[in-house]
């Protein structure tokens, strides 16, 4: 049983085209993240939901729209894409409540995104 | 502000040599430090964490790391290296109103047989 899935795994689009990357958890997790890698490898924070509630949200454009229907679910909607969107964007989950600063995230296999 | 800093872009070692891979933190409050290992084309696996206690953390796959806080270090550290080993492992901070992590750059590890 995969813990944390994404999909698609590979998603080759157009410029200005619309996407959306789906993550599911079965954890029972109550924290989820995006990150995003970028081609130097590095991973920056994008998004994170509690429970449904956003907590947190970095410099992003608002192109990118993440969504949460449900704590076991995270998905992100990117509009009008763009070359710079190509990466490497990685869903992530960890058990914050009752359990503090010391919960380690568990990562999906990552939604690799090319914009052509 | 809460940081990592992995200083190595890459380290090489040989296969059945002592391995290390070097981490620097820098938070305000209490430091609840990770490491992750990436392999190619895969998402991070957790290894291990520090987040109070014994200075020695001991982890997956034969993985240790030793906290030291004068030196605000986080080093991971194995006796012998496999080929195997060879990934890109990543040093993490989060703060402690647990919100965020805190990436470093990745230290891409080499091991020749």
């Known amino acids: 049983d995969t813990a944390v899935s994404q999909t698609p795994k590979y998603l080759v689009t157009q410029m200005g085209n619309d996407k959306s990357i789906k993550c599911e958890q079965n954890l029972g997790h109550d924290t989820m993240y995006w990150y995003k890698q970028d081609s130097k490898k590095f991973l920056k924070i994008m998004f994170s939901?509690?429970?449904?509630?956003?907590?947190i949200n970095e410099t992003v454009p608002n192109r990118f729209s993440p969504k949460s229907p449900d704590k076991a679910h995270l998905n992100l909607h990117i509009n009008s894409l763009e070359l710079g969107d190509s990466a490497v964007y990685f869903c992530?989950?960890?058990?914050?409540?009752?359990?503090?600063?010391?919960?380690?995230?568990?990562f999906g296999e990552g939604s690799r995104l090319t914009v052509l | 502000a809460q940081s990592v800093a992995q200083p190595e872009d890459q380290v090489n070692v040989a296969e059945g040599n002592p391995l290390t891979v070097k981490c620097t933190y820098s938070?305000?409050?209490?430091?609840?430090l990770f490491w992750y290992v990436q392999y190619p084309n895969r998402g991070l696996q957790f290894l291990l964490k520090?987040?109070?206690?014994?200075?020695l953390v001991k982890g997956s796959y034969g993985f240790e790391a030793e906290f030291n806080k004068s030196q605000t270090s986080f080093h991971l550290k194995k006796p012998s290296a496999l080929v195997s080993d060879s990934a890109l492992y990543f040093c993490a901070v989060r703060e402690e109103n647990f919100n965020k992590f805190y990436f470093g750059s990745g230290t891409k590890l080499n091991v020749k047989p």
């Open positions: 939901y509690n429970n449904k509630e956003l907590i």
């Open positions: 992530a989950s960890s058990q914050d409540g009752g359990g503090g600063p010391q919960r380690e995230l568990f």
């Open positions: 520090y987040i109070t206690g014994d200075n």
């Open positions: 938070v305000s409050g209490n430091p609840y």
